[in-house]
């Protein structure tokens, strides 16, 4: 599960088909793997094709002010916020995807709920006794916020079972309502996998990061790191969410 869940990924992405298509055209010597390896290269690269494939992903679940969040039990803030750090002492590394952190704090603090809790994601190899959602504790307490307002899953390795760990709290605390925060372009598979667990409430996705009011120029065409990333985060959400479909 684990393979098809993190290695065959890499297989279905803009870098698989291009490796593979390399591959294919030395082991046959023919040109035209080659160029069309070239051609998923460049359009996978360039802002017209990644900034239209995340924006696309994000579309579904659109941004919502703070002031028409209905007021809920618990709010949820998702996991993949933090990077490997460089020192215990360092601030803590976080990814681009920190806003889901701000965004919780945010909601906590203008009373939209009572408690806020972090996801305990750990991935199986590696060494750290701490789960994110201890460090991201951590962080929130730091930064005025009461411990007691705060509380952490247990172990989770996916969004899956991020859902599933919610859900248990929800039935301890007997919680009734939540409010779901993340990333914009991972909130539909979030979305599907807490309706399956018999979680509801409110989403309140943040971080898009597509501009629709943007027009098209000259440099929509020339290749960017950022296009890139943009196109397998969508294309890597689209096969999370087939995934999820076929095996959960």
């Not at 460049?42 to 209905?70: C, D, F, K, T």
Request: glycine residues 8%; aromatic residues 10%.
């Amino acid at each position: 599960m684990l393979f098809l869940n993190k290695l065959l990924p890499v297989f279905v992405l803009p870098i698989g088909w291009v490796v593979l298509l390399v591959l294919f055209g030395l082991w046959k010597k023919q040109r035209w793997p080659l160029v069309a390896a070239l051609v998923v290269l460049y359009l996978s690269s360039i802002p017209l094709v990644g900034s239209r494939l995340i924006g696309w992903v994000e579309s579904r679940h659109p941004a919502v002010p703070v002031a028409q969040v209905e007021p809920a039990d618990v709010i949820v803030v998702l996991g993949g916020i933090l990077g490997p750090k460089v020192a215990p002492d360092f601030t803590p590394n976080f990814l681009d995807t920190s806003e889901r952190f701000d965004a919780g704090v945010l909601l906590l603090q203008a009373g939209k709920a009572r408690t806020l809790v972090f996801t305990g994601a750990r991935m199986s190899w590696r060494d750290s006794a701490s789960t994110e959602g201890d460090e991201l504790k951590r962080i929130a307490v730091s930064r005025g916020v009461p411990a007691e307002k705060i509380l952490v899953t247990r172990q989770v390795e996916n969004t899956a079972d991020e859902a599933a760990a919610v859900a248990e709290l929800m039935k301890r605390h007997g919680w009734k309502r939540v409010i779901l925060v993340t990333t914009g372009w991972h909130m539909p598979r979030s979305a599907e996998q807490f309706k399956k667990a018999g979680v509801e409430g409110a989403l309140f996705p943040v971080d898009f990061r597509f501009d629709a009011s943007r027009a098209v120029g000259g440099i929509d065409f020339v290749p960017r790191g950022e296009a890139w990333q943009q196109t397998e985060t969508a294309l890597r959400e689209c096969y999370g969410r087939l995934f999820y479909r076929i095996f959960r």
